[in-house]
């Protein structure tokens, strides 16, 4: 039976222990708010880029971009797995692994088994899962400095080295996987064709644009078409980098919360337990008193 000082010890422990997880929660709550923000930046930025590319595709002009070409033979596949570089986020990290592995797995299955795989994770955490199941067609690369805390400037490095890698045939196709952000309890694992570019994917979205023929396009549309087309890809990339790290923090808020929770009923358990047992320490020495009185 634990004595009246381990008990104190014990509290006194997960006392702190709450402290801490409250904190956690409270400075990644904040971070959530701020990935918030950048979203809510960036988004009327990419709605207008892809406003621009569905009018001059309904407009009915020519154009064309080797980044929308599809390739009639998939040899070799790129795959940018998104997870995180810090730990205690509950089971975020799994999730984006399971999802990895159910689209690798497809993949295989619709172009055949001897397609090769390029794995990029993104984050300490994810490069660890993912070489566990590097083999003789899947390969896990790392590039320095591709990280879950990359800042813009890296996001578009990469970015651009995704697409000339595309563009020069090494890749016929490349995907990205990442956790979406719907809310503070909400996120799900997402799976993104990157390049080939669809035309779906422009037109997702532009219903409220018309287009007709009298417009005047200059120099000319495709020159536009492929101007604004890399714009495009990287404000995609942009808001996938920043869904991915505001569900990682939404992921860790609700895993402080649970540790808070635990630690609230440990706290609660340990307390009256020392109090009965402080307890029946008075009612002893009382008694020893009252029988020591007895006894005179």
């Known amino acids: 039976m634990a004595t009246l000082r381990e008990l104190k010890t014990r509290i006194g422990s997960v006392a702190s222990s709450e402290k801490i997880t409250g904190a956690m929660k409270m400075i990644s709550s904040a971070k959530v708010h701020k990935f918030e923000s950048s979203l809510k930046q960036l988004v009327p930025y990419r709605n207008k880029i892809k406003s621009v590319m569905a009018h001059i595709m309904q407009s009915g002009t020519d154009f064309s971009s080797p980044l929308i070409e599809t390739r009639h033979e998939v040899k070799k596949i790129a795959l940018a797995v ?4 810090d730990g205690l986020c509950g089971a975020y990290n799994i999730n984006i692994f399971k999802a990895a592995l159910v689209e690798i797995r497809q993949l295989q299955a619709k172009y055949g088994p001897a397609v090769e795989i390029d794995l990029y994770p993104i984050g300490q955490k994810m490069h660890k899962a993912l070489s566990k199941i590097a083999g003789q067609n899947i390969h896990v690369q790392k590039i320095k400095g591709v990280d879950s805390k990359m800042e813009a400037d890296k996001v578009n490095e990469f970015t651009h080295s995704l697409r000339d890698k595309f563009s ?3 890749y016929d196709l490349v995907c990205v996987e990442y956790m979406k952000f719907f809310s503070m309890s909400r996120q799900k694992a997402t799976f993104e064709t990157l390049f080939p570019i669809s035309g779906e ?3 997702e979205g532009s219903d409220n644009v018309s287009a007709t023929g ?3 396009f200059e120099p000319d549309a495709n020159s536009i078409f492929n101007a604004v087309l890399p714009m495009f890809v990287l404000s995609t990339m ?3 980098t920043i869904e991915n790290r505001a569900s990682e923090q939404a ?5 402080m919360q649970s540790a ?3 630690a609230k009923k440990l706290l609660e358990g340990l307390q009256l337990e020392y109090n009965k047992l402080r307890q029946e320490g008075i009612t002893t020495e009382l008694l020893d008193i009252l029988g020591g009185q007895v006894e005179r």
Request: charge should be negative; hydrophobic fraction near 40%.
């Open 82 to 85: 998104f997870g995180s570089d």
């Open 214 to 216: 009298l417009t005047i």
């Open 238 to 240: 942009q808001e996938i």
């Open 260 to 262: 808070n929770d635990n």
């Open 168 to 170: 020069s045939g090494e």
């Open 201 to 203: 994917t422009l037109l």
């Open 251 to 255: 992921a860790r808020v609700m895993a």
